[in-house]
Nanobody, 125 residues
C-alpha cells in the first residue's frame, strides 16, 4: 500500500511562489508516476501537472504552463511542484496522486490509484 501526504500549501499574494510536496510511503516510489490535480469550490477537478516515474517527462496543464515545474527526488520518496507567479485563479485544494501509469494516461485522474489528502493554496490579489 502506498500512502501519500501532500503539503506545502498556504497563503500567498499574487505573483508569489509556493512549493508543494508529495511524500510517499514505501520503497517503490520510483515505480509510480505522480500527478497533481486541483479543485476549487464550485469547479471540477483540474489536471495541473504530472511527472513520469523516471522524472524525465513532465506534463503541465495549459493554465499553468510556464509557471509551474515538476521535480522528484526518489531517494526521499518525494515529488515537488514548484508554483511561481501564482494568480488568484490558482487558488484551490491541490492533490497529489500516484500510480503505475503510462505517460499517455497521466492527465486522467481516474488512472491514479493513490491520492493525498490535499493541501490548500490561497492566493490573494
Amino acid at each position: 500500500q502506498v500512502q501519500l501526504v501532500d503539503s506545502g500549501g498556504g497563503l500567498v499574494q499574487a505573483g508569489g511562489s509556493l512549493r508543494l510536496s508529495c511524500a510517499a510511503s514505501g520503497r517503490t516510489f520510483s515505480s509510480y508516476a505522480v500527478g497533481w490535480f486541483r479543485q476549487a469550490p464550485g469547479k471540477e477537478r483540474e489536471f495541473v501537472a504530472a511527472i513520469s516515474r523516471s522524472g524525465t517527462t513532465t506534463f503541465l496543464g495549459d493554465s499553468v504552463k510556464g509557471r509551474f515545474t515538476n521535480s522528484r527526488d526518489n531517494a526521499k520518496n518525494t515529488v515537488y511542484l514548484q508554483m511561481d507567479s501564482l494568480q488568484p485563479e490558482d487558488a484551490a485544494v491541490y492533490y497529489c496522486a500516484a500510480g503505475a501509469i503510462l505517460d499517455l494516461g497521466l492527465i486522467l485522474s481516474r488512472r491514479y490509484d493513490y491520492w493525498g489528502q490535499g493541501t490548500q493554496v490561497t492566493v490573494s490579489s
